[in-house]
T-cell receptor, first 114, second 114 residues
């Protein structure tokens, strides 16, 4: 079974609307990472969250990690066509010390309609 | 410019013919990793390296080999490729193993094995 579940699988929003993507695990996440990928291209690192309750923002994108460190959300405010792409979460979830092995969600495909 | 360079970008080969995909980074990063991305299965880690001469298996290492003789290079070797290794491959590098997910990704290598 997939250790990191992302939802929704795809999302179509009107430009200017807000949206949220979720990443959930049944295990504790020791480092949670968000990436953006243009179709067929390499991933671009967005943000890293490590502490329970942590929240980070970059421009109009905000990522949060819950207190139990098992769920993260990525929120985009006032979406723009430039936000379109595939968003992936990745995590180090194998040990407290960090096994240095990463697991990824299957991604959320975001389309923004002008 | 900081970058991870993979070659080739596209490759079509026949079953059983050994091939190497090269990966080079110019950021003096310690941690490097290889991933494959498949529809419906997402991004999965093949091998990773925490430093020169230190490599370890990821989630899907079968059929692949790697080496890390120099810090900047981390080639992926398929000794006897099979059709189930047809995939999109990404190399990535990070400053250190503790920050494995804060990665720079290459542009990808699309491999087809016939």
């Amino acid at each position: 079974s997939q250790e990191l579940e992302q939802s929704p699988q795809s999302l179509i929003v009107q430009e200017g609307k807000n949206l949220t993507i979720n990443c959930t695990s049944s295990k504790t996440l020791y480092g949670l990472y968000w990436y953006k990928q243009k179709y067929g291209e390499g991933l671009i690192f967005l943000m890293m969250l490590q502490k329970g309750g942590e929240e980070k923002s970059h421009e109009k994108i905000t990522a949060k990690l819950d207190e139990k460190k098992q769920q993260s959300s990525l929120h985009i405010t006032a979406s723009q066509p430039s936000h379109a792409g595939i968003y992936l979460c990745g995590a180090d979830m194998h040990s407290g010390a960090g096994s240095y092995q990463l697991t990824f969600g299957k991604g959320t495909k975001l389309s923004v309609i002008p | 410019e900081a970058q991870v360079t993979q070659n080739p970008r596209y490759l079509i080969t026949v079953t059983g013919k050994k091939l190497t995909v090269t990966c080079s980074q110019n950021m003096n990063h310690e941690y490097m990793s290889w991933y494959r991305q498949d529809p419906g299965l997402g991004l999965r880690q093949i091998y990773y390296s925490m430093n020169v001469e230190v490599t370890d298996k990821g989630d899907v290492p079968e059929g692949y080999k790697v080496s890390r003789k120099e810090k900047r290079n981390f080639p992926l070797i398929l000794e006897s490729p099979s059709p189930n290794q047809t995939s999109l491959y990404f190399c990535a590098s990070s400053l250190s193993a503790n920050r494995a997910g804060e990665a720079f990704f290459g542009q990808g290598t699309r491999l087809t094995v016939v």
